[in-house]
């Protein structure tokens, strides 16, 4: 999910700038249900800032991991500084940034992974996954955002998972695909590979997340890798099961 504080500075993009939603926010909205942890990632809209990050991650606590954006010249010391504050990924954000976004990007996923054991997150249409494959199954360790989007790519996005990349099962208002149908093929070839999100609160998304979503989940797969989607994929790759 994304916290939104306007204590923090907020940057538009594509001349879009979300409401706010605040620690507090997320937990009210999520007060029904018996949360273990999650991912805090940024937005366009929150550039390279960490401050709002680091604030989130201290209220939110154990449990909590930040997914954050960062220039590729950013030092070593920066990174250790942000692990040690519970960050451990970097994202791609191809579809608000453009192509452009992963000039850097085989070179910058081996130095955090080797530096800290971070992954990469793209944000990406599964439409660009083909001209992309080779590279992407060189990179150390990578999750892909809301199934990839795309029905065009989805057969490359499987064969990526097949590879090992991490799917998440997350803003189902925001993917042109049959979600279900989804669901089943990625976890016919890896039942590790599907992690769960909100996508709160659903910022730019035409259907924001419902409730129902989780039941759609529980559903299509059954409890047994439900439990898997739900929480232990995820726990066991952000590093947090107890």
Not at 37 to 56: E, N, P, R, T
Not at 160 to 169: N, P, Q, S, T, Y
């Amino acid at each position: 999910m994304h916290i939104i504080d306007p204590r923090f500075p907020l940057t538009e993009n594509q001349g879009y700038a979300p409401d706010p939603f605040t620690c507090e926010d997320y937990l009210e909205r999520t007060k029904q249900w018996n949360i273990a942890g999650g991912a805090i990632v940024s937005g366009s809209f929150q550039g390279y800032g960490q401050s709002y990050l680091k604030d989130a991650l201290s209220k939110l606590g154990k449990g909590f991991v930040g997914v954050t954006q960062l220039p590729e010249n950013v030092t070593d010391v920066e990174i250790l500084n942000l692990d040690a504050a519970g960050i451990k990924a970097v994202r791609f954000n191809v579809k608000r940034g453009g192509i452009d976004t992963l000039t850097h990007l085989d070179t910058f996923a081996k130095r955090i992974y080797e530096l800290a054991g971070w992954h990469v997150e793209m944000y990406i249409e599964a439409k660009l996954l083909m001209e992309m494959e080779d590279t992407i199954k060189r990179l150390p360790a990578v999750s892909i955002d809301h199934l990839g989007l795309t029905t065009a790519g989805f057969d490359t996005l499987l064969k990526l998972v097949e590879h090992g990349v991490r799917i998440k099962a997350s803003g189902f208002g925001r993917v042109d695909m049959n979600v279900a149908e989804a669901i089943q093929a990625i976890v016919r070839v890896n039942p590790d590979a599907l992690m769960f999100g909100t996508d709160l609160p659903s910022t730019r998304a035409p259907r924001p997340f419902l409730d129902t979503d989780i039941e759609l989940i529980q559903e299509t797969v059954g409890d047994e890798i439900a439990e898997k989607v739900l929480y232990s994929n995820a726990a066991q790759w952000y590093g947090k099961k107890d």
